[in-house]
């Protein structure tokens, strides 16, 4: 229908994750580094991964329930939870897929 070609509405889109993910993440490999990163076992990373990511989800959800978020706020949610699980997810899950072709 011509009415819902008309109706169009710009979102605009945030170009990078927010200063919080930043920091929570540039804090998490600090302290990775300070105990020995390159000594952790796998099934260490494995549970720091599971845990860290539970625990953001948790986050992230509360700040989501409000009702007071405008759209952009929303959009940079979304970006936020796709970066830091995408950092938290690390090269694993493409490993694990170029295996499997």
Known sequence: TSSAATNKQAVLMPQQ???HVSQFVFALCQELHRVGGHTVSVGVSRVLV???SAYCLLLYERVAQRDDLCEDAVVQLLLDVKVLFEMLRGR???DDRA???
């Open 92 to 94: 694993e899950l493409d």
């Open 50 to 52: 599971r845990e860290m």
């Open 17 to 19: 994750p927010s200063a």
């Open 99 to 101: 295996d499997a072709a």
